[in-house]
């Protein structure tokens, strides 16, 4: 039974769940990001969360109680030298757990798992995350006439591209046969 037990033992034994977490631990150090299902990414942040949290005060004492935890020098390295001085204004929450779907096989409901301060696609702060007001259903109502008049001027705009562009490729081409051409004259010069 599992009274007061409130981690998710993973249907696995006690060796076998330490040794699957110190290994994705491992991974997610490395990689900075690993896709897993989402219970296993669950549990992988309530592992890692306090050892990133130990990697603030990069003593002897922390170092080795983070070492305990996995076993694994090179990521030990890469957690206190790289990873903590990032994590170090944070006040905890250093990963973040995205659901991607489920898995075609088995249907298990498959998360990737990431270190927020090393995602360069998404950040909080971005200017384009933040609505330039409210938010619509519908598109905004406007006249036909406008409608006509801005559809005709854009079809211009991309015909005169087109052409633009095809005068640019034909004097390009004409430059690359230019020095076969002179060589062409100077055998018939002969």
């Known amino acids: 039974m599992?009274?007061?037990?409130?981690?998710?033992?993973?249907?696995?034994?006690?060796?076998?769940?330490?040794?699957?977490?110190?290994?994705?631990?491992?991974?997610?150090?490395?990689?900075?990001r690993i896709n897993t299902t989402l219970a296993k990414a669950k549990a992988l942040r309530i592992y890692l969360e306090p050892l990133v949290t130990k990697t603030k005060s990069n003593t002897t004492h922390s170092r080795r109680v983070v070492f305990s935890y996995l076993q694994d020098k090179?990521?030990?390295?890469?957690?206190?030298?790289?990873?903590?001085?990032?994590?170090?204004?944070?006040?905890?929450?250093?990963?973040?757990?995205?659901?991607?779907?489920?898995?075609?096989?088995?249907?298990?409901?498959?998360?990737?798992?990431?270190?927020?301060?090393?995602?360069?696609?998404?950040?909080?702060?971005?200017?384009?995350?933040?609505?330039g007001g409210r938010r619509r259903r519908r598109r905004k109502k406007s006249s036909g006439a406008e409608n006509t008049a801005a559809e005709a001027t854009t079809a211009t705009e991309t015909a005169v591209e087109e052409t633009n562009d095809e005068a640019a490729t034909d004097s390009a081409q004409d430059e690359a046969d230019a020095p076969e051409q002179k060589e062409e004259d100077k055998k018939d010069g002969e």
């Open 2 to 32: 599992r009274h007061g037990k409130k981690f998710n033992h993973l249907k696995r034994k006690a060796g076998h769940r330490k040794a699957l977490l110190r290994n994705m631990s491992i991974a997610l150090i490395q990689h900075k």
């Open 74 to 131: 090179e990521a030990i390295k890469e957690l206190f030298d790289e990873i903590g001085p990032n994590v170090a204004s944070r006040p905890g929450g250093y990963l973040r757990i995205i659901k991607t779907g489920f898995r075609k096989s088995d249907g298990a409901e498959m998360a990737m798992i990431e270190f927020v301060d090393y995602n360069d696609v998404y950040s909080p702060n971005d200017d384009s995350s933040q609505g």
